[in-house]
């Protein structure tokens, strides 16, 4: 059964850095397309970063160049890696799979070609 869960979430002063986890199970994270999404309140979930299953990493335009997704198959393991962090950046982050989901970046970064999800770990970004 396919199983996630986020940590590293917490509060952090504006462009400060924090790292997420997602700790997989029940499947192999490297066979699989990993992406990181958030939501905040009263705004739909949007996709920030993902991993494809051949390496394919995109990233939304608000985060680029500030963020940096990874994975570690040895741990089976996602990472999100957030640095010079805004005030916009807070929301509920959330980790999700899915072994097959249509392939183009618009897609990838939708939270419709996931089918897996974890609970989230919330990010505060205030001063």
């Known amino acids: 059964q396919v199983q996630l869960v986020e940590s590293g979430g917490g509060s952090v002063q504006p462009g400060g850095s924090l790292r997420l986890s997602c700790a997989a199970s029940?499947?192999?994270?490297?066979?699989?397309?990993m992406a990181w999404f958030r939501q905040a309140p009263g705004k739909e979930r949007e996709g920030v970063a993902v991993?494809?299953?051949?390496?394919?990493?995109y990233y939304s335009d608000s985060v680029k160049g500030r963020f940096t997704i990874s994975q570690d198959h040895d741990k089976n393991t996602l990472y999100l890696q957030m640095n010079s962090l805004k005030s916009e950046d807070t929301a509920m982050y959330y980790c999700?799979?899915?072994?097959?989901?249509?392939?183009?970046?618009?897609?990838?970064?939708?939270?419709?070609?996931?089918?897996?999800w974890g609970q989230g770990t919330q990010v505060t970004v205030s001063s």
């Open positions: 991993i494809d299953s051949d390496g394919s990493i």
């Open positions: 999700a799979a899915d072994p097959s989901p249509p392939r183009s970046e618009w897609w990838l970064l939708h939270r419709l070609a996931y089918n897996s």
């Open positions: 029940g499947f192999s994270v490297s066979g699989y397309c």
